[in-house]
């Protein structure tokens, strides 16, 4: 190889492709673990996973179960994937871990992070975060803690509480930290912090933003890459905002109320527009955003999809997942916000998508499959989970063709593909 690149090449191109080469082959073998970040609810916190060769019907009894982890603690957080470990976070009692296992289901160590909420539906809230090899989870009390992947010891914490004068809500805030290069952005509510970037590497801060002055809403913000701007969307007490995600500067807002100011749903990205939507009955808005990013018009409003924890995924122009208060699984025309199918074949949950499927887990433990089509919401699969504790409110994940959900102290491993 190397003497036929001589023949063809000038020497200075022949070391420049050696070198490279070489170096790749490096990084290859020492496995240096990746500085991409992991994100809720997969790339773009879409619920959208790429994957292929899926199944597409399901046995009388649902997937084969691959292997299940039953020795987590309480909690609502889903796996995430990172440098060849599977990371989550649970409660075993007032104190929260974070678990590292392996690809197989064995636990490959546990590590405390601290206090965790306790006060209603005890358990852990946030899914941990991963860039590199550091680890990043904020619990139900409002506490930061940076930890190594390798072995779960503390880097540095913070105290959003008493650091950056947060306000902590009714069931605990409930927020996985959104990472970009080293900026780490959490929402701490309140007139002075509202919304913040850290520095993920030592937490301090880089910007602060005021926002509206309002309490944070348990929900996780979602990160739009813009030409012109990375813009930063989340919802606090009463209002969707947007900051420049560089400088923290509020660009716009959209009043969004509903009745105990939960507002859980990362807002979807889509051709240019954002579906931010509620429960208890308020329902969903899509905002067309202006070139670079700075303004909104409110393009239509349904309140018939008013999911409450469950988010949604946008397909080929369709916007799917359940209602709260309709109860519906639902399919909503992107463009103009008509309804297409409404069907209550399982009790309302949480949703994802792969491989032209729907795969949805409701708040009964009913796990089904069905195809991404706005003519109707027709199962091709389903089964109950039975394995695990308290309710069903982890959203899905799909990794390496399996199909993972976890239920409270168990995390179980179906094989899709």
Known sequence: MILFLAKVLNIGDMIKIV???????????????SQVPTTWRGTGSAGIY????????WPAS??????HFDELGEGFSSPVFANGKIYLSATEGNVGYIYSLTQDGKLDWKATYGEE??????????????????LYIYSGKGVITCMNTTNG?????????????????TWGVTETLVIDGNKLFVTPGGEINNIVALNRLNGQLIWSSKG??????????????????????????KHIIGVDAETGVLLWSHEQTNQWAVHANTPVFYDNGL?????????GVKLDLNPDGSQVTKAWFSKKFDSRIGGAVVVDGYIYGSGDNTRDWQCTDWKTGEQKY??????????????????????????????????????????????????HWAHLVINNGRLFVRHGKSLIAYKIK
């Open 19 to 33: 070198f490279t080469l070489l170096v790749t082959g490096i990084l290859a073998v020492s496995g240096v673990k």
């Open 50 to 57: 790429p994957e292929s060769g899926l199944l597409k019907t």
């Open 62 to 67: 649902g997937p084969e179960i691959i292997w």
């Open 117 to 134: 909420w306790i006060e209603n539906y005890p358990g852990s809230r946030s899914t941990p975060s991963v860039a590199g090899d550091m």
């Open 153 to 169: 010891k503390i880097n540095w914490t913070k105290d959003v509480m008493k650091d950056l004068s947060g306000q902590n809500i």
């Open 212 to 237: 509206v002055g309002e309490k944070p809403a348990y929900c996780t913000p979602l990160l739009v890459k813009l030409p012109a701007r990375k813009l930063l969307v989340t919802m606090t007490e």
């Open 275 to 283: 579906f931010c939507f509620s429960g208890y009955g308020q329902g």
């Open 342 to 391: 409404a069907s209550q074949a399982i009790a309302k949950g949480n949703i994802i998508y792969a491989d032209g499927m729907l795969f949805c887990y409701s708040e009964k433990g009913e796990l089904a499959l069905a195809p991404a089509t706005p003519l109707g919401f027709n199962i091709a699969g389903k089964c109950k989970v039975e394995l695990g504790s308290a309710q």
